[in-house]
């Protein structure tokens, strides 16, 4: 993992972000989930959306995967 992080994608929709995942890992683009406790605390009423970060020095080459495959990335409920 590096350090500073940028968010990438913010959502309540879990398979966004399990699709997110499974791109950037396919262009071997290391991410980080947050708020995964907190969003199964809520017990799936999507009040709490999950966070994925990125490396700083990766997330122009994040946002073009996620463009790429017509993910909206920043906030999106």
């Known amino acids: 993992m590096c350090?500073?992080?940028k968010e990438?994608?913010?959502t309540t929709d879990?398979?966004?972000v399990i699709f997110a995942k499974a791109?950037?890992?396919?262009q071997c683009i290391n991410c980080f989930e947050m708020d995964v406790?907190?969003?199964i605390m809520e017990a799936g009423t999507g009040l709490f959306p999950?966070?994925?970060m990125v490396c700083d020095r990766d997330l122009l080459c994040a946002q073009r995967v996620m463009r790429d495959n017509q993910?909206?990335?920043g906030?999106?409920?």
Not at 23 to 26: E, H, K, S, V
């Open 8 to 10: 990438l994608l913010r």
């Open 75 to 77: 906030m999106k409920y």
């Open 14 to 16: 879990i398979t966004v």
């Open 71 to 73: 993910i909206e990335y």
């Open 50 to 52: 999950r966070r994925l």
């Open 3 to 5: 350090f500073p992080m």
């Open 37 to 39: 406790n907190m969003s």
């Open 23 to 26: 791109l950037l890992d396919g």
